[in-house]
Each structure stands twice: as structure tokens, then as C-alpha cells.
């Protein structure tokens, strides 16, 4: 038998896995505030190092999705060209990183809020995810316009961006068993942002032209 395999045939989960389940079912029994790192490595059988080998927090549980997502996007707007439309290449960027997320995916922190008691856990450490993203989105339109990060321009854009893009998991999250792929909802996110952001960015890259001599 194969050493990817146990003695039923299927392939043994990951300890990260096992993690994130020992949590969901701690979170949806006990509630996010009243579960302990402690309970979750007993219930997932697994030692405190072993946790934080995948964690760095508790509430880093609640976002196994979102993150990976982050980092994938990260990937993305590192390996674009400079010179390249900034917005459109962005938008294009987080397209691919959404569609490999399916709807099975959907993070249980937004979906039972209520039962886990993660309201306020979620707005904080939430707030964090938003601003790292926004931090890269910083980066690549910086480079794409050779501009510096701080510039107004370039954060205004980044954390248009990155809100469009936290609006649009939250309604795909909220919207039951019915929703739609994740992709649709961030592609209707950008175009509520799309308009004045085309205006100010393209202005911004045909600065950099050459003057036509």
C-alpha cells in the first residue's frame, strides 16, 4: 500500500488540515472567544509546535482561505512586467487567484458568525488581512507607474482595490447556498471602482510616455 494512504484507501490529511477542522467544530461547539490553542491540538491530536508550525495565531484559523489567497496574488503582481495597464492587470490577477476557490471554500467565520461568536474577531483581524493586501496592491501600482508608495495616487487606488475586493468575499460569503462563482462577485466589485480608477491611473501611466517627437 502506498505510504500516501491509510488502511482504507484514502490519502492521509495534512496536519494543517486536521487543524482547521479540530477548530471549525471547537469554534461551532464552544465559540471562537471560549476555545483555547490547548483544546484545539487535543481535539486535532497534534502538539502546541505542531500548531504553531501553520499559525501564528488563533485567529489565523479563520482565514486559512483568504491568506493563501493573498499570498497567491502577491505571486501574481510580482511576476507582471512593468509597463504593462496597472489596473487591468491587476484585475486580471485576482481574477485567476479567485477561480481556483471554490464554493465549497466559503470561510465559516462570515457564514456562522453568530455561532461562533466571531464578529468581533473578524473585523479586527480582518482589518489586517485588508491592509496587507492593500500594502501589495501599493507595491505593484508603485512599480507600475513609477511612483513611490506613499504617493496619494497610488494608496487611494490600492485601498479602493483591496476594499473591492474584501466587499466582494463578504457578499459571496453571505449569499447562502445559492451563491455564484467567487470570480463574478469580485469582477461586479471592480467595475463599481473601475471608472474613476481607469480615469486617474491612465492619466498617471501617460505621464510616463515619451513625448512624441
Same mark, same amino acid.
Given at each position: 500500500?502506498?505510504?500516501?494512504?491509510?488502511?482504507?484507501?484514502?490519502?492521509?490529511?495534512?496536519?494543517?488540515?486536521?487543524?482547521?477542522?479540530?477548530?471549525?467544530?471547537?469554534?461551532?461547539?464552544?465559540?471562537?472567544?471560549?476555545?483555547?490553542?490547548?483544546?484545539?491540538?487535543?481535539?486535532?491530536?497534534?502538539?502546541?509546535?505542531?500548531?504553531?508550525?501553520?499559525?501564528?495565531?488563533?485567529?489565523?484559523?479563520?482565514?486559512?482561505? @483568504?491568506?493563501? %489567497? !493573498?499570498?497567491?496574488?502577491?505571486?501574481?503582481?510580482?511576476?507582471?512586467?512593468? #509597463? *504593462?495597464?496597472? +489596473? &487591468? =492587470?491587476?484585475?486580471?490577477?485576482?481574477?485567476?487567484?479567485?477561480?481556483?476557490?471554490?464554493?465549497?471554500?466559503?470561510?465559516?467565520?462570515?457564514?456562522?458568525?453568530?455561532?461562533?461568536?466571531?464578529?468581533?474577531?473578524?473585523?479586527?483581524?480582518?482589518?489586517?488581512?485588508?491592509?496587507?493586501?492593500?500594502?501589495?496592491?501599493?507595491?505593484?501600482?508603485?512599480?507600475?507607474?513609477?511612483?513611490?508608495?506613499?504617493?496619494?495616487?497610488?494608496?487611494?487606488?490600492?485601498?479602493? @482595490?483591496?476594499? %473591492? !475586493?474584501?466587499?466582494?468575499?463578504?457578499?459571496?460569503?453571505?449569499?447562502?447556498? #445559492? *451563491?455564484?462563482? +467567487? &470570480? =463574478?462577485?469580485?469582477?461586479?466589485?471592480?467595475?463599481?471602482?473601475?471608472?474613476?480608477?481607469?480615469?486617474?491611473?491612465?492619466?498617471?501611466?501617460?505621464?510616463?510616455?515619451?513625448?512624441?517627437?
Amino acid at each position: 500500500m502506498p505510504a500516501s494512504q491509510n488502511a482504507v484507501g484514502r490519502p492521509r490529511r495534512s496536519s494543517r488540515a486536521v487543524i482547521e477542522d479540530a477548530a471549525a467544530e471547537l469554534f461551532l461547539e464552544n465559540t471562537y472567544a471560549l476555545t483555547t490553542i490547548e483544546q484545539i491540538t487535543q481535539r486535532a491530536g497534534v502538539s502546541r509546535n505542531t500548531f504553531f508550525n501553520y499559525f501564528t495565531a488563533k485567529s489565523d484559523v479563520l482565514w486559512v482561505e @483568504l491568506d493563501a %489567497a !493573498i499570498d497567491r496574488l502577491a505571486v501574481e503582481l510580482r511576476a507582471i512586467p512593468n #509597463g *504593462r495597464s496597472a +489596473l &487591468a =492587470e491587476m484585475r486580471a490577477a485576482t481574477l485567476r487567484v479567485v477561480s481556483q476557490i471554490g464554493v465549497d471554500r466559503v470561510p465559516l467565520a462570515l457564514t456562522q458568525v453568530d455561532v461562533m461568536g466571531t464578529a468581533e474577531e473578524t473585523r479586527v483581524s480582518g482589518l489586517a488581512r485588508l491592509a496587507r493586501r492593500s500594502d501589495l496592491i501599493a507595491d505593484f501600482l508603485a512599480r507600475q507607474l513609477s511612483r513611490r508608495c506613499d504617493d496619494l495616487l497610488v494608496l487611494s487606488a490600492a485601498n479602493a @482595490l483591496s476594499g %473591492a !475586493i474584501s466587499v466582494a468575499w463578504t457578499v459571496w460569503a453571505l449569499d447562502g447556498i #445559492g *451563491r455564484r462563482p +467567487l &470570480a =463574478e462577485y469580485m469582477s461586479e466589485a471592480f467595475d463599481v471602482v473601475s471608472t474613476g480608477l481607469s480615469s486617474a491611473l491612465g492619466a498617471a501611466a501617460e505621464s510616463l510616455a515619451p513625448l512624441p517627437e
